[in-house]
């Protein structure tokens, strides 16, 4: 499979410039993908960002440095890419849960981050119903957030702004200025340079400017659209299901345009409909 062969030289790449400067640009072309996608598939099927996985790996590299060699601690800082020992003291004991120093003296115990190895199983067991679709430019709108992705914190911000939403009338204000009842969550792309955090929209579809909310236009495009019926659970799987399975099955790549969840109803019901949208190009 072209899809896993590439991902996998983008990974050996990392590894072999562990201690030079890389650039998401350069890592995402020898996966022969954009910057956008290569994040994205990066992190739904590892849990983590392209820039966690890097400097996991260097801190762990690290700790061997210091077990085997008698190198000193800001030569090892400006090996791993850190301008000061401080910097670097600090990420190391995060991580190790001891300071360089005293790994060095006393042979603390340190964790290993060892390198990723790509195994994807397409099972086809479960079918996902989906259709692409030709999309004209439309208009949303919406109230903003940006959300981290370090450590998984989106996964508890996301559920958190919308309950703020919801609870303090915030959603219901909102969609009386709506065009349908149907509500959306919109996935920024993310800023190639800084991938750790993106903005977060929860809005609506909008012909008009509405002055209250931020509001941004989507040109036209070529999208993936699946059908979700079900909990939020599942909507979860789904993402999982089309960066793991859809994507390396099929000859599209992720276009660098928002991502939209369409609610349709009660999102609390066991018959929740929801529509995914993913911008498609070959």
């Not at 390198?115 to 996902?128: E, F, N, S």
Request: glycine share 4%; net charge negative.
């Amino acid at each position: 499979m072209n899809w896993v062969k590439a991902l996998t030289e983008s990974i050996d790449y990392i590894e072999d410039n562990l201690t030079e400067s890389l650039k998401i640009e350069k890592v995402a072309g020898i996966a022969m993908s954009s910057p956008y996608h290569y994040q994205r598939m990066f992190y739904i099927l590892t849990g983590f960002t392209v820039q966690e996985y890097i400097r996991n790996r260097r801190l762990s590299m690290a700790a061997v440095d210091i077990a085997t060699t008698n190198i000193k601690v800001i030569d090892l800082a400006l090996k791993y890419g850190y301008e000061s020992s401080e910097a670097f003291s600090r990420a190391f004991k995060k991580m190790h849960g001891a300071n360089p120093t005293k790994v060095k003296k006393n042979g603390a115990i340190v964790k290993t981050f060892p390198k990723l190895v790509i195994q994807i199983t397409l099972k086809g067991d479960v079918p996902m119903n989906y259709r692409i679709e030709r999309k004209e430019a439309f208009n949303f709108c919406g109230m903003t957030r940006n959300i981290s992705t370090e450590n998984g914190a989106n996964f508890i911000n996301i559920p958190k702004f919308w309950q703020e939403v919801c609870d303090e009338g915030k959603l219901d204000k909102m969609m009386e200025k709506g065009e349908d009842d149907r509500y959306i969550g919109v996935c920024m792309p993310m800023n190639p340079q800084t991938d750790n955090s993106f903005d977060y929209i929860i809005g609506m579809f909008s012909n008009n400017e509405i002055p209250e909310y931020d509001n941004h236009e989507v040109p036209s495009a070529d999208w993936a659209v699946f059908v979700v019926k079900g909990s939020i659970e599942e909507l979860q799987n789904t993402w999982k299901r089309i960066f793991s399975e859809w994507f390396p099955s099929t000859d599209f790549q992720h276009a660098n345009l928002p991502e939209f969840e369409v609610y349709y109803g009660d999102m609390q019901s066991p018959d929740f409909f929801t529509e995914i949208w993913i911008p498609i190009t070959k």
